[in-house]
């Protein structure tokens, strides 16, 4: 009887082992998974770590003079935004006021522009490539300070050139106080 129990105990013991090892090799099997997983979301993080390292980082901000009024006369002038604030990337051009687009993407781009109007007009016009993009125009009657300002989204080739001109016969006005400014910066690449 004594060997009976005993076999019945060993052979209750020979399935909890086999029992055993097939949970072992579960877990194995699982474990397996995890690490891929892992060693899959660490790929993952140094590719985006990568990503954002390379980026292109483009801003600038400018304002266009401390000289007062500034006038176009019988063509259009291309306005040259000399006072600097911000030009991460250096794709803004203080000499010629134009940005050159550095990487292919989508940019946005924003505008003030102020003149003292009496019985007037203050027309300006945003161009990319030498196409005009935007124009706005304000009629104002009153002699005080007054104000265009608007903004675009734009999707840029790598050496697309966005700039603001004033058209022929137009004035605008700045000063220390940064009334007139022209800023943009890359939201993404494609």
Do not use: W
């Not at 675009?152 to 966005?162: I, R």
């Amino acid at each position: 009887m004594e060997t009976a129990a005993q076999e019945t105990r060993l052979s209750a013991s020979e399935t909890e082992v086999e029992n055993l090892k097939m949970e072992t090799a579960a877990q194995e099997t699982e474990l397996a998974a995890v690490k891929t997983r892992l060693a899959d979301t660490e790929t993952d993080v140094v590719n985006l770590e990568k990503e954002i390292t390379e980026q292109p980082k483009v801003a600038f901000s400018a304002g266009l003079t401390n000289s007062g009024f500034i006038e176009s006369g019988n063509t259009d002038l291309n306005l040259v935004f000399t006072k600097v604030i911000t030009n991460v990337g250096q794709a803004y051009s203080s000499t010629t006021g134009f940005f050159t687009a550095p990487v292919r993407g989508v940019y946005y781009f924003r505008f003030t522009v102020a003149d003292v109007l009496s019985s007037r007009s203050m027309t300006i016009r945003m161009c990319k490539n030498g196409e005009q993009i935007m124009y706005l125009h304000e009629y104002d009657t009153d002699g005080q300070v007054s104000y265009l300002s608007s903004g675009a989204t734009l999707q840029l080739e790598e050496g697309d050139v966005v700039n603001m001109r004033l058209p022929a016969g137009y004035k605008l006005f700045d000063n220390t106080n940064n009334y007139t400014t022209f800023s943009g910066f890359l939201l993404f690449t494609l």
